[in-house]
Each structure stands twice: as C-alpha cells, then as structure tokens.
Nanobody, 119 residues
Framework: QVHVVESGGGLVQPGGSLRLSCAAS????????MSWYRQAPGKERELVAS????????TYTDSVKGRFTISRDNAKNTMYLQMNSLKPEDTAVYHC????????????WGQGTQVTVSS
C-alpha cells in the first residue's frame, strides 16, 4: 500500500528558505517518477515539480523555476524540495505523490505539510 509522509513545512518570511521531505513506503520508490504538488487556499491543487526515478530529469512549474530544487535519495526512499527566495504566493499545503499526473487523477493524498510565507 502506497504511503507517503510529508514534512518540513512552517512559517517563513518572504525571501526565506525551507526544505520539504517526502518519506515513502509500500512501493518500490526507486522505480517511479515522483512529484510535489501544492494547494493554496481557495485554489485548485497544482503540480509544482517532478523528478524521474533515476533523478536524471526534473521539471518545474514556471512560477518556481530558479527558486525551487527537487531531489531524491533512493537509498532512503525520500524525496526533497528545497525552496529558496520564498514568496507569499508560495503559501500552500504541499503534497507528494507517485508519478506526475494531473492532480485530479489521484484518489489518495498524504496529510501534506503547510508552508506559510508571511512577514
């Protein structure tokens, strides 16, 4: 059974940094592309970044390019999202999931981790 646990969120001032983690279990982590998603208040969930199973390819939504970096450690079954130069519009609940599908394709999500960017 697929199980993911997101962590690392918090309250940070604009321009600050956070590093999110996604600990995965219940499947062969190293065999799958993984992605980070986020859902801001009153908005639909969106795909933020994806990383291929061997970490040889990454993609980002335009609004985070140059500020966020996705990575993974297959030996630890963990994926990361380093977020720098945070902006108030990055405030959202961040989730991870298998693959890089449109958010409406998924039935199950973890509890997510809240990121709040505010002065």
């Amino acid at each position: 059974q697929v199980h993911v646990v997101e962590s690392g969120g918090g309250l940070v001032q604009p321009g600050g940094s956070l590093r999110l983690s996604c600990a995965a279990s219940g499947f062969t982590f190293s065999g799958y592309t993984m992605s980070w998603y986020r859902q801001a208040p009153g908005k639909e969930r969106e795909l933020v970044a994806s990383i291929t199973k061997d970490a040889d390819g990454t993609t980002y939504t335009d609004s985070v390019k140059g500020r966020f970096t996705i990575s993974r450690d297959n030996a630890k079954n963990t994926m990361y999202l380093q977020m720098n130069s945070l902006k108030p519009e990055d405030t959202a609940v961040y989730h991870c999931n298998i693959g890089s599908y449109s958010p409406d394709r998924y039935d199950d999500w973890g509890q997510g981790t809240q990121v709040t960017v505010s002065s």
